[in-house]
């Protein structure tokens, strides 16, 4: 059984920054890619960026440069740090669990309970 727990959501000005972090426990995290996806209202879950198991990052065309994926297997966390934040980028965030690099949600094996980032203007 694994578990996800993701943390560090809140509310932030336009421009400001926000790091989230992924907690995973209940199978060996190194051996794993993680992911971490985003849901607006009213949208489908869409991919945000992803890391491999040696570190390769994978991000969102529009999100490089911005976001940055991290991880640290010695923690069993991946980390999210989000700068310049814009309304747009209001939404649940989660991360995720799964067996090879995609950007498709159905391809991962495991979630989180997600983590609401709200950017107000």
């Known amino acids: 059984q694994v578990q996800l727990v993701e943390s560090g959501g809140g509310l932030v000005q336009a421009g400001g920054s926000l790091s989230l972090s992924c907690a995973a426990s209940?199978?060996?995290?190194?051996?794993?890619?993680m992911g971490w996806f985003r849901q607006a209202q009213g949208k489908e879950r869409e991919f945000v960026a992803a890391?491999?198991?040696?570190?390769?990052?994978y991000y969102e065309d529009s999100l490089k440069g911005r976001f940055t994926i991290s991880r640290d297997n010695a923690k069993n966390t991946v980390l999210l740090q989000m700068n310049s934040l814009k309304v747009e980028d209001t939404a649940v965030y989660y991360c995720?669990?799964?067996?090879?690099?995609?950007?498709?949600?159905?391809?991962?094996?495991?979630w989180g309970q997600g983590t609401k980032v709200t950017v107000s203007s």
């Open positions: 890391v491999g198991r040696f570190g390769a990052t």
């Open positions: 209940g199978r060996t995290f190194s051996l794993y890619y």
């Open positions: 995720a669990f799964g067996s090879g690099y995609s950007r498709r949600p159905n391809d991962y094996d495991y």
